[in-house]
């Protein structure tokens, strides 16, 4: 089992900058894929970045250039820096741990960018 607990949502204005933060309850190192999921009002759940145990990364083409994931494992801990942010952004942002078929998800925390 994996708890896992985001941070660092709020509102800020288009073009500004947010970094979300995803505290694990267990050593992430072996973990093999780590991400970050957005759910926006009426529409589906879709991956935002995931950072696998390796070091690669995957951003969906939305967010590439603007979006950066990383992982501390040494604090259990993966981070999202959100740059250049614009309205289409707000959701309710989650984080993902992907322990070899089993699934763990954060609460979720509200990501509002206003034009």
Do not use: H
């Not at 900058?17 to 505290?23: D, G, I, Q, V």
């Not at 145990?53 to 604090?75: C, E, H, L, Q």
């Amino acid at each position: 089992q994996v708890q896992l607990v985001e941070s660092g949502g709020g509102l800020v204005q288009a073009g500004g900058a947010l970094r979300l933060t995803c505290a694990a309850s267990k050593n992430i190192f072996s973990i093999y894929r780590m991400g970050w999921y957005r759910q926006a009002p009426g529409k589906q759940r879709e991956v935002v970045a995931t950072i696998f145990s390796g070091g690669g990364t995957y951003y969906v083409g939305s967010v590439k250039g603007r979006f950066t994931i990383s992982r501390d494992n040494a604090k259990n801990t993966v981070y999202l820096q959100m740059n250049s942010l614009k309205p289409e952004d707000t959701a309710v942002y989650y984080c993902n741990a992907d322990d070899v078929g089993n699934n763990y998800w954060g609460q979720g925390t509200q990501v509002t960018v206003s034009s």
